[in-house]
């Protein structure tokens, strides 16, 4: 997808010292890689037969021995639990799919940042969708004389409807060159990790527009068709195609108000996990500008008929209420009976703001990171269907000891000792109150680090919000504008609450070295923040912004890194 008038992306998470050293770690992984899966002769099987990625990135990616220190060498803001790219600039995921057991996952990337431009998709596989392992880029750049490389959908032809083979990898994605947006097929006969251009690109040429870009596809198999949902400008063109080759406008989902539409995602989901009530829902990444928020990714549910999505009414709702949650992909696993798939499915977002982008004082790469893996499933909300968010299990894998502080008054003095962090990544679970004879009305939770407070999540109980602040207190967030420092808020009612705002509200933040993610009420509203905190010693306090209120459950819990530094 495109936001201005250059575009400049790049890879991954366990870093390198030197550019150099980088260049040859992946050449290294790629000659190693090529030469496996020669061995392997490129044919399908179970895990144990597949070539030398996934085979390495199998089964023991979560079996080391947890560290939750930093890996040496890691710089002020890098994640320790996110994807980020080694260096240079990353930003959208790729819907990821699932082959002998290894999720395969690319994100647009640019090794050429910040002084060259244009995108290509780079390549990390993981078995639990939490520990991740370079592959190196999988569909480079510039080739074939179409333009960069830029977003777009794999997926994985196991009937062989396009001619590659039984069970070929089919991406197709944008292209673009001299402005104008087209969509190119490339194929990949070895799982994934090499792909080639096919001929006849593009396989959708531009028919005049401005903005056209970003196909995202899914199997209709009760109509034995594939399906595109395609971004153009402020309309979502659906097209329909036998061999993900030859494709033909359907229909068009047109909605004003919400900017250039990019990245649209299609799928199904069982209301209330009830088969009976499965449900159509209609995504994609939109400015909310116009509302009060900033950009975002807005979504519709409804019915699709094999041509047309029409949705069950025109109010959109919005997957994250935070400042930086872009580009979500969603998929499922196939592994899962129909029925489990269709009861929730994963999703990722970039966790970054066009407007702020290429300001972030991270210095060893650009482009910020991707949210953890989240499950969503669709449930009804105060009447309407509503997606609800939850941090993926597998996220336990790195849990260490928790520490816990028992119920207990919350003043504007604060709560007394709460268990202190250790490090930059955690985790907490807390359950705020406003009981009886409690006087407050909103709650308080700061995170700081080095003695200053660098955000805040709040939640009041009169208006049923939970909000997320941040501060700018580092050198070069100034650069970031008055976006950065704007409060974030969500609509989520306190639990078991009366009209006097009494109740209870559940928060979950996965906080790391440079994003805080918020669960309310076990997902029903999430907010996901870049922040920046100063180096020094971590600390998390609770307060209120006046009178007293109950900290009802407070937990701390260390999460373990999945970098390593070489």
């Known amino acids: 997808m495109q936001r201005y008038s250059l575009r400049t992306l790049s890879p991954r998470g366990r870093w390198i010292a030197a550019a150099v050293a980088l260049a040859l770690v992946l050449s290294l992984v790629t000659v190693i890689g090529l030469a496996r899966r020669s061995n392997d002769g490129g044919t399908q099987g179970g895990a144990g037969s597949q070539g030398g990625g996934p085979q390495s990135s199998g089964g023991t990616q979560s ?31 790729q819907r990821p799919f699932l082959l002998d057991g290894v999720w395969h996952y690319y994100y647009l990337y640019n090794a050429d ?23 190196g880029v999988a569909i480079e750049k510039f080739k074939n004389g179409l333009g960069d490389i830029e977003t777009g959908s794999a997926v994985v032809d196991q009937d062989n409807t396009a001619g590659f083979g039984k069970g070929a990898v089919v991406a197709v994605m944008t292209q673009q060159d001299k402005g104008v947006q087209r969509q190119s097929l490339f194929y990949s006969t070895d799982k994934g990790y090499t792909f080639k251009a096919a001929d006849g690109n593009p396989v959708m040429e531009n028919p005049g527009a401005q903005h056209w870009r970003d196909p995202k596809i899914i199997r209709d198999e009760a109509r034995g068709q594939w399906v595109m949902a395609l971004a153009e ?83 959109h709702q919005w997957l994250d209420a935070g400042s930086d949650f872009y580009a979500a992909v969603t998929w499922d696993d196939p592994r899962l009976s129909e029925n489990e798939r269709m009861a929730s499915r994963h999703a990722i977002g970039w966790m970054n703001n066009w407007t702020y982008a290429r300001q972030l004082p991270t210095t060893d790469w650009q482009g910020g990171a991707d949210s953890i893996v989240r499950d969503i499933r669709l449930k009804t909300l105060r009447g309407r269907p509503t997606l609800v968010s939850a941090p993926t299990p597998a ?42 004879g409690d006087d407050g009305t909103e709650g308080l939770l700061k995170l700081g680090s080095a003695g200053a407070d660098y955000a805040t999540v709040g939640y009041n109980f009169e208006t049923g919000t939970a909000w997320v602040s941040r501060a700018a207190v580092v050198p070069g967030s100034e650069a970031l504008g008055p976006l950065f420092t704007e409060r974030r808020s969500a609509q989520s009612p306190p639990r078991g609450g009366s009209p006097q705002g009494r109740g209870s509200v559940e928060l979950t933040v996965f906080v790391d070295y440079s994003s805080v993610e918020v669960f309310v009420n076990g997902g029903e509203q999430t907010l996901t923040s870049v922040v920046l905190p100063p180096t020094g010693q971590p600390a998390v306090s609770a307060a209120t912004a006046g009178g007293k209120l109950t900290l009802k459950s407070f937990k701390y819990t260390p999460l373990a890194t999945v970098l390593t530094a070489r």
Not at 113 to 135: A, C, I
Not at 293 to 299: D, E, F, K, N, S
Request: net charge negative; glycine share 12%.
């Open 233 to 315: 400008g402020e309309k979502i063109g659906l097209y329909t195609s036998k061999d993900l080759k030859d494709w033909r406008y359907v229909s068009g989902f047109e909605r004003r108000g919400l900017g250039i539409l990019e990245c649209p995602d299609l799928f199904q989901l069982d209301l209330d996990g009830d088969p009976a009530k499965r449900t159509w829902v209609l995504a994609a990444s939109a400015n909310g500008t116009a509302e009060g928020r900033t950009t975002g990714v807005a979504y519709w549910t409804g019915t699709f008929d094999g041509t047309a999505f029409t949705p069950a009414e025109d109010k």
């Open 113 to 135: 940042h910040p002084e060259g431009n244009g995108t290509e998709w780079f390549h990390v596989t993981s078995t639990d969708l939490v520990h991740w392992k370079d592959e």
């Open 395 to 436: 996220l336990s894998t790195l849990e260490g000891e928790a520490k816990t502080a028992g119920s207990r008054e919350l003043t504007p003095e604060g709560a007394g000792d709460l268990p202190a962090p250790a490090g930059g990544a955690y985790r907490l679970d807390v359950t705020l109150e406003r009981a009886p």
């Open 63 to 93: 079996e080391a021995p947890k560290s939750f220190s930093r890996p040496e060498g890691a710089s002020q803001f890098r994640p320790s639990y996110h994807l980020t790219p080694a260096k240079e600039w990353m930003n959208d995921p």
